[in-house]
């Protein structure tokens, strides 16, 4: 008990003893967590996003002609042989300008003078979880494409595509900023108390001289980085989580983003930035201490 | 080797306290500081090392506390092989032997009581504890008013009575005073060597080196004398 309460006073006095560097290496810390967490935070938001637009996605095969009963027999066996899917429903011009005419609703005059026949036979497929990802679909749609009897195939491939390649972007940034964050942390943590060390090397010689153990002089710099760690990556979070209310607060009800709702990290991603956070600082500290006890 | 060395020992049924063999050091490249050096000093026993400057008295005080190693010869403390203890076990020795250190080793910038206190920390001993011993003992050394200034803003003399509660704080059980007076007049060299007379009846080893005569002259203490590296 009375260990810690020493090592405890000790870390204090440490501290206490070059506040400057720590605050600027605590900050260099928060930084780093919160432009990490951000990027993490948009990166789940937009994942969780993606998903929801999965599950309406739908691709509609024109066809060259009605399908008779074997027709479409053979037509679902065949989708089947490439992939499972949901469900496929056939569609005839006339339910075509029906859903058409509803769509358009008050403005539904301008199809007054058409017929339905305008409107091709065709068929609307919904993919199974399993094909719903951008290169599997494009492969699907291609295989549909190639069917007997398609004229073509719509599924919102722009969109869809212009969507994946966003999300592998900001799968790269989330990549690039935890690898940073890593590098960041680790060395200005090891950095910055080699320096507070040296600055303290006076002490620390006689100490050793007065018989201080590796754990008396290891303790309190261990903590340091500890401490470190858990302010660093708790101002952090807490900062983006103030940021993410100031978000939703000013733009929720703005176009794209009230497609879906904004969701801040779940408990368990922020406990898991957190450990890591810590983790690292912890092993920074260890670093700057170990070169230092070996003479 | 150990065998030469164990025939060398005296005749002696229980280990001194220090037992120190045919010790040589020599500092790099070819500067033999000490020659081939035997001593024993008794549980509880105080011991006078003298003899002219540049003689290898600190030598032999840095060799007791590991802070340099023989080149030749075995050195033990309360029964353990200096050469042979592991890091961790050196340090823990060093808790027990207070080391008065003839360039003091103080941290300028602590206060007195901080610098008194180190090693009492290091044992984690309570604070209550820490202040009641080192009021004590500055009151013991005439310095009761300096508690709380800076070790670095004190004049020699008095930062060599820092240096000496610090090495007394613990009551060690090996205490090394290397020129303990060198900076002090009569009156305060009478309160350091009452400080250390009282230490050695409660049991402390002490060894004291010294140029200074009056404090070794009629005592029934033993002395030694190193010259050119050579004990006599
Ligand atoms: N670190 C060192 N490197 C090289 N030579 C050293 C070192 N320390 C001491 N010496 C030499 O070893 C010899 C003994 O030195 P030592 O300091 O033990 O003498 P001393 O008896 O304590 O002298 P003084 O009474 O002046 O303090 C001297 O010749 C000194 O120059
Ligand atoms: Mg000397």
Not at chain 2, 62 to 70: A, F, G, M, S, V
């Amino acid at each position: 008990m009375r260990f810690f309460l020493f090592i405890f006073t000790q870390t204090l006095r440490n501290i206490c003893h070059s506040w400057g560097v720590q605050l600027m290496t605590l900050l260099t810390v928060t930084l780093s967590v919160l432009i990490f967490s951000f990027f993490y935070l948009i990166y789940t938001n937009m994942l969780q996003a993606g998903e929801k637009i999965g599950e309406e996605l739908r691709l509609t095969v024109y066809l060259d002609a009605q399908l008779s009963p074997a027709g479409q027999e053979e037509f679902i066996k065949k989708v089947n042989s490439f992939g499972k899917v949901e469900k496929i429903i056939f569609i005839t011009p006339e339910q075509a300008f029906q859903r058409l005419t509803k769509q358009l609703g008050s403005d539904s005059d301008v199809l007054a003078d058409l017929s339905p026949a305008f409107l091709p036979y065709s068929a609307e497929i919904y993919p199974h979880k399993d094909l719903r990802n951008l290169s599997r679909i494009k492969e699907f749609s291609d295989y549909l494409t190639n069917l007997p009897g398609t004229q073509k195939v719509q599924y919102g491939q722009a969109w869809v595509e212009r969507f994946g390649h966003f999300i592998k972007l900001l799968r790269f940034i989330v990549i690039i900023s935890g690898t940073l964050l890593i590098l960041t942390t680790m060395f200005m943590v090891s950095y910055t108390l080699r320096l507070t060390l040296y600055a303290r090397q006076d002490e620390l010689k006689v100490l050793r001289y007065l018989g201080a153990t590796n754990s008396y002089i290891k303790g309190p710099v261990l903590i340091e980085g500890f401490a470190l760690g858990l302010f660093g990556s708790g101002l952090g979070l807490a900062a983006l989580f103030f940021l993410f209310q100031w978000i939703k607060h000013h733009f929720s009800s703005a176009g794209f983003l009230g497609l879906f709702e904004l969701r801040f990290l779940p408990m368990s991603d922020s406990a898991i930035i957190l450990l890591g956070s810590i983790m690292l600082c912890t092993l920074g500290s260890l670093l700057s201490i170990r070169r230092l006890l070996k003479k | 080797m150990l065998e030469t060395l164990n025939e060398s020992l005296p005749p002696h049924d229980h280990p001194g306290l220090v037992e120190i063999v045919k010790v040589t050091k020599i500092y790099p490249p070819d500067v033999v500081a000490l020659k081939n050096v035997s001593l024993r000093a008794e549980k509880g026993e105080l011991i006078f090392l003298t003899g002219p400057s540049g003689a290898g008295k600190t030598t032999l005080l840095k060799l007791l506390c590991r802070q340099e190693i023989p080149t030749k010869g075995l050195i033990e403390i309360d029964g353990n092989d200096l050469n042979t203890l592991s890091d961790n076990a050196i340090q823990k020795l060093r808790q027990r032997i207070g080391v008065a250190y003839q360039d003091f080793k103080l941290l300028p910038r602590l206060s007195v009581f901080q610098n008194i206190a180190m090693p009492m920390e290091v044992q984690f001993k309570s604070l209550k504890e820490i202040r009641h011993r080192v009021t004590e003992l500055l009151a013991k050394l005439g310095l009761s008013a300096k508690l709380n200034k800076p070790a670095g803003k004190l004049s020699r003399g008095e930062q060599q009575r820092i240096a000496i509660a610090r090495a007394a704080a613990n009551s060690p059980l090996l205490l090394l005073a290397d020129e303990p007076t060198g900076n002090l007049d009569a009156g305060t060299t009478g309160l350091v060597m009452d400080l250390f007379r009282e230490l050695n009846d409660n049991g402390s080893t002490i060894i004291i080196a010294t140029h200074d005569e009056s404090i070794y002259q009629g005592t029934n203490h033993r002395k030694f004398e190193l010259q050119q590296g050579e004990l006599f």
